[in-house]
Each structure stands twice: as C-alpha cells, then as structure tokens.
C-alpha cells in the first residue's frame, strides 16, 4: 500500500516535472522502462533514417555518438524532434507521413532510449587529422570538389559536418563505393525527398556538352553544375538530349588510389571538424 | 473527329445549363442534385465529383487545343503548415475547402477571396497519424460537414462558418482521428474513422444532418458473435484497427455505400492476429438507411505490410456489367462485381513480389517471403504502396482509369510490441531498400477491361497528387516537384505545366462560375485556381 502511494507520488511529481519544465530536462532520464518504450517509438518514427538501434542508416546521422551535431543536451534533442532542422531532411514530430506524431512524453521516451544507447567512451579516431587535413587538401585530390569550412571546391557536398553525423564507416563506404547511396543535397520544405548528387549530361540545341550534377530538377527544368562550378539553369524541352546517371561523379577511391591508411587520416580530419 | 463530336455535345449540355438561368445562387444542395450531380458540370459538390468516385468533369471550355495557354487565376493562402490534401467543393460560385488542424473556409471561387473561415480548437493531446491533414468537406443542405483530428463531426453553417452542431464521435485520446472528407447520402453523413496507427477498432458512421444524431456505427472488426469475428485471435479484435480513413462511393440504384478500409493493427506484425482479420483492408457494400453489410471483398488477408485498401473505390458500368474498380495500395487493380462482391480481375499495375499465386476466385494471395521478419525482408511494394490516398480518375470518354503510382520497395523489419492504449502500435519498422533502386513515380492510365496499362508517365519523383479527368480530352494531376500539370488524356503527354512551389499532396477538380472553367489544386499550404487567359 505505502508503495502504491509512493508510486503515485512520484507519478505526480513527474507529471509536474513534465508540465513545468519540459524544455529544461527529461523527466524520464535513466528509467528503464522509458527506455524500452522508447526502443518501440524509435523503430516506428526515427528507425527509417537513422536505422535501428540508432547506429544511423545512410540517411539519417548515428546518435549513438555522445556528440551531436545539433543538440546536446535533452532540451535540445527535444526541440529538434519536435520541430525539425530547417534546411535538412529532418522533419518535425509528425508532419512528414513517416510514423506518427508523437506526445511529449513519447520525445522524452525516445530521448532516454538514445541515451541509453550511447556509447560514452567512444574510440578516438584511428587516423591522423593534421595528416588527413593535408592530404584532404593534396594528394587525394578530395577539396577540388568538396568543401570543409569554407575551403575546397563546389560540385560535392560541403563535408564540414559530416564528421558529425555519419558514421565512420559511413563516410568510408562514400568514398569507397560513392554510387551505392548517392548524397542529399538540396531540400524543400513540403516534398518527400531531397535531391540527389545525381550525374547529368545535357546537349543544348547549339550541340554544347554540359557535365556535372544536379542542384535540382523536375519535369521541365534542370539546375545543374557542371565540373567547372559554373551554374547552368535549363528548360528540358529546348535541349538537345538529357541523360541523367545514379553512378557518381565522384571517383571511385579503392584501396590502389587511397590506401586505407590515408583513408582513415581523411576520416580523422573530417571526425575532428565535424566535432567542433 | 468522334472525340470532337462528343465534345461538342458535352458544350452543348453545359451551355444549357449555364444559360437557363443556371440554379439560384445558394440554392439547397439536395440529395437529388447530388444524384444528379452529372446535369450541373459547373458545381464540385462531393470528394470525388459524383457519387461513383470517377473524379470526372463533364466541362470542356479547357481542353486539349487550348490547354497549352492556361493561366492561373488566383491563389489563396490558408497559412497552414504541413500537407494540404484537400479537395474542394463549389456550389453556385462558392469554394469550400479545408486545410491542416481543423480548418474550413469558403471563398469566392472567381477571386479566391474569403466569405468566411473556421477553424477548431485542437487539445494539445491529439494523435494524429501522418500528419494533421483533412481532405475535405461533404455538402448538404445549407450545411458543409467536417471530421476533425478530435473525432469531432461538426456541421457549419454554408453562408457563415458557424457551428450548427458538433458531435464527439469517439474518444481522440486513444487514437481515434477524422481525416476523411465525408459523404452526404440522402440526409445522412457518412465518414469514417482513422487510427489504424494506434490499434482503434475501426468504425463507419452516420448521422442525421439536421441534429447530428447518429443514425448507425458499422464496426469493421466484428465483435463477438458477429459474422467474421472468428478471423480474429484472441482478443486481438479489440485493437483490429481496420480504419476507414477514406472516402466512399455510392450507388443510388441500389442504395449502397461502397467504403474501403484500412490495415490491422498492429500494421506490420501479424503475431498475435492469426486470420484473415475481417473487414481490414477490404470493400464493404452497405445499407445507406441502415450501415448493413450486404457484401464485403477483402483485397490483402492478414496484412503485414500496412497496405490499406483504402483507394477510392470506382462505380463502372461497362459491357452491361455492373462494375467497381480500385487500384490498389499492394500493387494490384481490382475489377469487382458490384452486385454480389465476386472478382472479376486482379491484374499488377506497379512492382509487386508478394503474390506470385491466386486464390480459386483469382484472388493474389502472399507468398510466405513476404512475412516480415526481425532482419527484415525487401518486399514490394513497399509500405507507402504502389498507389495510396491519392484520389484516381475514371474517363468515360477513354474508359481509362487514371492512378499515381509508384515503385518502391522496403525492407519490412517486425518486432513485438505491446500494446498501449494512445500510443503508435505498428509492431514494426521498415527501411527504403535503396541501393541503387530510386523511386520511381508515374501516372498511369490503365485499361479496366484488360488491365493492361495502356499509358503511362514517368514523374521526376513519385508524388501524392490525386488525378483529375475532363470532357476536354485532359488529364490534371501534380507532383512532388510543385508542377501542376495537363496531359491528353488519350496519350498521357504533358501539354502544359505550372510551378506552384509546393509539393502536391492534393487532388485537383473543375467547375465553372459564369460561363468559364477553371481547375482547382492545393499545393503546398495554398489553394490555386487556373483558366483560360
């Protein structure tokens, strides 16, 4: 009986805690069972990007990682799930089609599943950063068409951050095999997707070649740049052929190019930039 | 030159129409003028156009010789965040129409201007699935009808916006939701529920327009005792799901209510619910007076892919057959007798690997690669289906059924879950199989008689826009990139486009105010409306 009321003490309490500050912590920090319902919610809502056990799918960033790229601490996960990340494929709770809106409780249930799930002492990088800085910007060629703070080339993603959300063996498997999952770029607010890195070639009536990726697309019109970071915006039913390729314009980096030891100094670069 | 000639008849009608002093402005919305919606082109009084679901408008001021020089004519912009999947009404020169956390407004369909807007107090406990989202109104009466996200049925008043009664149909908090546009039939409406997230016993109902009482509930899992209840273990029937989120049609000759329903719950987990799970994701023939069920067809037994079967069943009358036909979310085009229920034909018009066999009545029925399992399994189509709710178009000009398709497949993972009332119960996960395999998105005109897709049109990226067929030769839908689009309904070649910088979760519609037609879609949080120049 006195545990019974207990129970309902602390019931109330944290439904109080809920209520009054929820933006400052999560009332269910550390419980088990939030936890384990969390682990349901998480599959339903999160799971389809950031792959189960929160390891990160390709799309979606691995949250196992104690550092986060856009929130720290519990309010601020709480925020970002609530509300999205403008100008990323980051929805709000329960406005994208994909699993359902989720209450307060249930973002706080998720959140103590991720940190349950985090790994806390997580392994250094492998590799050399101030190495994979200079060969990041040298010999591997990597900043003629990517960008790591405000340096480097255009025609690929801006690598700045992606230190801080994908995985390490994420980012190898992109350089390694750049076609099997071609990067998001650019994304708009109500549609389902974001565009793809996808390779173009379009022929204008004047017969000119343009080569290099698409910005955007849909039926009618085209916005490519091409491999010399020029802008081309183009009516599809004036040009002379279109063809589009899922196989990317960035080189195949295999172990003969970029030996594994290079490879994990550029992700130790990218890791420690990605982390600031 | 039989299509002009048909053409010219169809002017014909409409000029009468318009010319003989149309109908008084604001005049009752009858049930007759419902039946007979076909003589007045001019008006968009029910989701779908009519009752048989064809989305078809009589109008053919618009048509394929002078497509190409569409304008727009106005835009109204709801402020609403989120998906607009609304269809509009117009009656008499005004639209109606609704957007995102329960909103309803009227405006003057040639200026787009507000005669009044209404919008309902959301609780902060919802439970929304997919979005906070209403595809639209039903019209009766002097009254518009809305189902809110609050399970609420409420009548406005057509002239004002005012609240003429207001019903709490079911409990929200426990995931009970309306999305649906409802269905005027004689002076009942009739809507369904959804929920089928969260493990609701799914429901059809109707009620007096006049009071608001409710006339009959069809619970489409049958509690015990009733017929199909056996299809259910345990008591795994009380949270069946079977949700009926989308709308009907109706036969006037027979007075039934042909209605789709949803998934079971828990959506991806069939543990726990061996059967068929009758009604999920079935058809269901009823009594308009009385909500009996005369015959019901169920398309996906025992579901594990969340593929309701929900797409808006189409009444076809065809070769002396009396016809209904739906293009199914699992990938497969139903042509059913709508006397008695019996399959006709199921033919795939997407990507499907889950059936590679018929039942004796020709039914596709899963192969046991298809059962989700924890690793998880690639099946298509995937969970978002090959089609979904976007409404599909019948043209008896092509006697071509029109449907947004899409390919794609997941990675259908399952895991126990229990079951907890108000929270999401999918008992699942699923993942894009998406290596090197994009989406592919289409329109595609499919022949009823054979089920061959006779046309098709590759979108950049699949999209959730509705289909919209005219008596001008011409096809409208939308898609993801915010393009609204006219095609030749004989060839599904685009002959003109408009940017309307919002993706299209919307079906669009035709009508006419003095004398001139326009075309009506919602995309991204505006409603656009666009005619000749």
């Known amino acids: ?276 | 030159m039989k299509r002009v000639g048909s053409q010219t008849i169809a002017s014909g009608i409409v000029l009468i129409v318009l010319l003989s002093g149309i109908l008084p402005a604001h005049a009752q919305v009858t049930f007759e003028r419902l039946v007979n919606s076909a003589k007045e082109p001019q008006n968009w009084m029910t989701y779908s156009g009519d009752y048989s679901g064809k989305r078809f408008s009589g109008l053919d001021q618009i048509n394929t010789t002078n497509a190409g020089s569409l304008v727009a004519k106005w835009v109204y912009q709801t402020a609403a965040t989120g998906k607009l999947e609304t269809t509009p009404l117009v009656v008499d020169g005004i639209l109606y129409a609704t957007a995102q956390d329960n909103r309803a407004f009227a405006l003057d369909a040639r200026t787009g201007r507000p005669i009044w807007m209404y919008q309902r107090q959301i609780p902060g406990d919802i439970r929304p699935c997919c979005g906070r989202v209403n595809r639209g109104l039903a019209i009766l009466g002097n009254k518009v009808f809305l189902g809110t996200l609050d399970a609420h049925v409420i009548a406005l008043d057509a002239k004002t916006g005012n609240v003429v009664w207001d019903v709490a149909a079911a409990d929200y908090r426990i995931g009970h939701s309306f999305t649906v546009a409802p269905l005027a039939v004689k002076n009942l409406i009739v809507i369904g529920v959804s929920g089928g997230e969260y493990g609701v016993r799914g429901f059809i109902d109707a009620y007096d327009a006049d009071t608001g009482a409710r006339k009959w509930r069809f619970y489409t899992v049958p509690g015990p005792g009733e017929p199909g209840h056996e299809t259910w273990e345990g008591d795994s029937w009380k949270v069946g799901g079977a949700p009926a989120w989308n709308t009907g049609t109706y036969d006037a000759a027979t007075n039934q209510i042909f209605w789709p329903t949803g998934n079971p719950s828990p959506s991806n987990r069939g543990e726990g619910r061996a059967g068929d799970n009758l009604y999920s994701n079935s058809l269901l023939a009823l009594d308009a007076d009385t909500g009996k069920l005369k015959w019901y067809f169920q398309f996906t037994r025992h579901d594990e892919h969340d593929w309701d079967a929900t797409q808006v069943p189409v009444i076809v009358d065809a070769g002396g057959k009396h016809l209904i036909a739906q293009a199914n979310r699992n990938g497969f085009f139903y042509v059913i007798d709508r006397t008695n229920g019996k399959l006709i034909s199921a033919t795939a018009y997407g990507k499907t690997t889950w059936s590679d066999a018929k039942d004796a009545d020709g039914r596709p029925v899963a192969n046991q690669k298809a059962s989700p399992t924890l690793e998880g399994r690639r099946v298509c189509p995937g969970a978002l289906g090959t089609t979904n709710f976007m409404a599909p178009a019948y043209d008896p000009q092509t006697s071509l059924f029109y449907v947004t398709a899409r390919d794609q497949c997941d990675i259908f993972s399952t895991a126990p879950q229990p079951y907890e009332a108000g929270h999401a119960f999918y008992g699942s996960a699923y993942f894009p199989s998406e290596e090197a395999e994009p989406y592919l998105g289409f329109l595609k005109a499919i022949d009823p008689a054979t089920g061959e897709v006779k046309w098709k049109f590759q979108h950049t990226s699949p999209t959730w826009s509705g289909v919209l067929s005219t008596a001008g030769g011409l096809v409208f839908s939308g898609d993801a990139e915010g393009n609204f689009i006219a095609f030749d309904a004989a060839s599904l070649k685009p002959l003109w486009h408009f940017q309307m910088g919002g993706a299209v979760y919307a079906a669009p519609i035709a009508f006419a105010v003095d004398r001139r037609e326009y075309v009506a879609i919602a995309a991204g949080s505006a409603v656009y409306a666009f005619g000749l120049p």
């Open chain 1, 1 to 276: 009986m006195f545990r019974r009321l207990c129970v309902g003490f602390v019931g109330l309490l944290l439904l109080g805690t809920a209520a009054y500050t929820a933006d400052d912590r999560n009332p269910l920090a550390g419980d088990a069972k939030a936890a384990k319902a969390g682990e349901y919610e998480f599959r339903i809502n999160c799971a389809l990007c950031h792959g189960l056990g929160a390891r990160g799918g390709g799309r979606g960033p691995d949250l196992t990682r104690a550092q986060k790229k856009h929130a720290h601490s519990d309010a601020d996960v709480f925020q970002v799930i609530s509300n999205g990340i403008a100008g990323t494929a980051m929805p709000a709770n329960g406005t994208n089609g994909q699993g359902v809106g989720m209450t307060d409780e249930e973002i706080w249930q998720i959140i103590t599943y991720i940190r349950s799930q985090e790994v806390k002492a997580a392994a250094g990088p492998m590799g050399k950063a101030a190495r994979g800085k200079d060969l990041f910007y040298g010999d591997a060629n990597c900043s003629l068409c990517h960008m790591v703070e405000g340096k480097g080339g255009r025609l690929g993603p801006d690598l700045t951050g992606v230190g801080g959300s994908r995985t390490r063996e994420a980012i190898i498997d992109s350089v390694r095999n750049p076609s099997r999952r071609l990067a998001w770029g650019l994304t708009e607010a109500t549609k389902e997707f974001p565009q793809e890195y996808e390779s173009v070639t379009a022929v204008t009536a004047d017969g000119k070649e343009i080569k290099g990726v698409t910005l955007n697309e849909d039926s009618f019109s085209v916005q490519i740049m091409d491999v010399n970071e020029q802008i081309h915006l183009l009516e599809k039913d004036k040009l002379r052929s279109f063809q589009k390729s899922r196989e990317s314009a960035m080189p195949k980096y295999d172990a003969a190019v970029l030996s594994d030891k290079d490879l994990e100094d550029i992700v130790a670069f990218l890791i420690s930039v990605g982390a600031k």
